[in-house]
């Protein structure tokens, strides 16, 4: 399961899951279950260690409105996404899979 939440909202911590990492803000109440869904790229910014932080809005369903934050290695950006650049990746549809709790994202 990977959490959720509506923006506006805190980063406050971080779980790794492979190439697309979910970041968490403790509240039990707003989860992804396993599935996949239509989202939209919010935003994308670089890190300073390298990594790519994605703000992810799922487009429909149950979880619609919900913002995952993911953080991913450039190469796994450019790998699943077609580009490694911020500018580039925002506003694009995409499909987020979740996957024993583990997300992964394609270009929609």
């Known amino acids: 399961m990977v959490t959720a939440r509506r923006a506006p909202r805190a980063r406050t911590s971080r779980v790794t899951h492979g190439d697309f990492d979910a970041e968490q803000d403790g509240d039990p109440r707003a989860h992804v279950r396993d599935g996949v869904y239509d989202a939209f790229i919010l935003w994308v910014e670089s890190r300073d260690d390298g990594a790519l932080t994605f703000d ?9 409105g919900e913002v995952i934050v993911l953080n991913a290695r450039p190469s796994s950006a450019r ?17 987020l899979r979740v996957e024993h709790g583990r997300p992964t994202v394609a270009r929609g």
Do not use: N, Y
């Not at 992810?56 to 619609?64: L, Q, R, S, W």
């Not at 790998?79 to 499909?95: K, N, R, W």
């Open 56 to 64: 992810i809005t799922i487009t429909a369903g149950e979880h619609k």
């Open 79 to 95: 790998a699943a996404l077609g580009s490694d650049d911020p500018i580039t990746l925002v506003g694009l549809p995409c499909t």
